[in-house]
């Protein structure tokens, strides 16, 4: 199904077609036209599956409908759980916003950087995309009004219940109109999801993508069983050994993310951490030096890997095992992508041997195992 066949203006098909776009994905081919048609969407599916324009370009040509009509606030607020994934939905909102006839506004609003320009900035926004705690700052400071909000996004909802949001998404839920178009987003169907569907969404467009075995056909996989004080002298005779550049490192927690980099730095590998403890501005330098491969490894926890999307990672090492199965196939879904092959190694000590072999077995592959005890 090409993108003519969703109802998008030639405006938008045109600004697909230069950002190199040739077909919509599974989830864009029925997320737009129920969009389009003011429906309420429940869309499940992997990150990396097209979500965020599954929403924007809908919503894009909706606000082509109202701007100028009614436009004293916001039109269309976004809801996601952290800065890296509040810029990346704003960067694209603008990449196709130019294209329309109207211009669109767009405005990502968040926590660890000064209230004060976000504030100012308000001024005649269409899309605003925010964390919940900042959104709420700006109400308190009466600089964001909700009542003209037609339609409210939850993007990457799942984390955003995970991490302990319900409290303010419930405060939110409450400034805004009663009549308004929902839309929900998430990688998993938990019950959370459920419970936050039965409240929001109105007879909606439920769309389930399940993933693909053989996404994880392009990642080859293999573990070193390896114990907890070798960990760090292993990974850095891996990446030495194996010359390898642009490495992205998972841990369990923002502590052993800067104690790994830390001993990183001092053997003279460039690393740096990403995690929530880090100021805003250290973060996006942080990802952009490694994006752009002027950063060695990149040392990260798996909330911010939401925000670490890039077509050609070669590398990722789990340092620690995540506790989830789910996180796993999220963790080294970071590589192997745009049918480019790539590698994932994780660190297993003896304890968390039995954690693993649950993992494979809920991701339906089995992974090479090597004793990694006498390799250094």
Not at 128 to 149: C, E, F, K, M
Not at 284 to 300: I, P, Q
């Amino acid at each position: 199904m090409p993108f003519t066949a969703l109802g998008l203006s030639p405006a938008l098909l045109k600004a697909l077609a230069d950002q190199k776009f040739t077909a919509p994905t599974p989830i864009q081919q029925t997320a737009i036209p129920a969009i389009l048609d003011k429906k309420d969407v429940l869309g499940i599916a992997k990150t990396g599956s097209g979500k965020t324009a599954s929403y924007v370009l809908p919503l894009l040509m909706n606000l082509q409908q109202t701007i100028g009509v009614k436009n004293r606030h916001a039109n269309v607020l976004v809801l996601v759980p952290t800065r890296e994934l509040a810029e990346q939905v704003k960067e694209v909102f603008k990449t196709f916003s130019p294209a329309l006839p109207k211009p669109v506004k767009t405005l990502a609003v968040y926590g660890g950087v000064s209230i004060n320009p976000q504030m100012m900035g308000m001024q005649g926004v269409n899309v605003l995309v925010a964390t919940p705690g900042r959104l709420l700052d700006l109400v308190d400071n009466n600089a964001v009004h909700l009542s003209d909000i037609e339609t409210l996004v939850l993007d990457e909802a799942d984390k955003m219940l995970n991490l302990g949001f319900k409290e303010e998404l419930n405060k939110i839920l409450a400034l805004l109109p009663k009549k308004r178009q929902n839309l929900l987003f998430s990688a998993t169907l938990s019950p959370d999801i459920e419970n936050i569907n039965q409240i929001l969404l109105h007879e909606p467009v439920v769309i389930k993508i399940e993933a693909e075995e053989d996404t994880l056909d392009t990642i080859n996989q293999v573990a070193y069983i390896i114990s907890e004080e070798k960990k760090g002298p292993f990974l850095r005779y891996l990446i030495n050994h194996h010359d390898m550049k642009q490495v992205l490192v998972f841990t369990s927690s923002t502590h052993q993310a800067d104690a790994v980099v830390n001993k990183l730095r001092k053997n003279n590998i460039d690393a740096k951490a990403i995690h929530s403890k880090k100021s805003q501005g250290s973060r996006t330098e942080s990802l952009y030096l490694f994006k752009s491969g002027k950063l060695r490894v990149l040392v990260a926890t798996d909330l911010m890997a939401r925000g670490i999307d890039i077509n050609f990672l070669p590398y990722v090492i789990n340092y620690e095992l995540p506790r989830s199965p789910k996180d796993y196939v999220h963790r080294i879904g970071r590589t192997g992508r745009a049918e480019a092959a790539g590698d994932a190694i994780s660190l297993v000590s003896k304890f968390d041997l039995h954690h693993f072999e649950i993992i494979q077995k809920k991701m339906g592959k089995k992974v090479n195992i090597i004793d990694g005890e006498n390799i250094i």
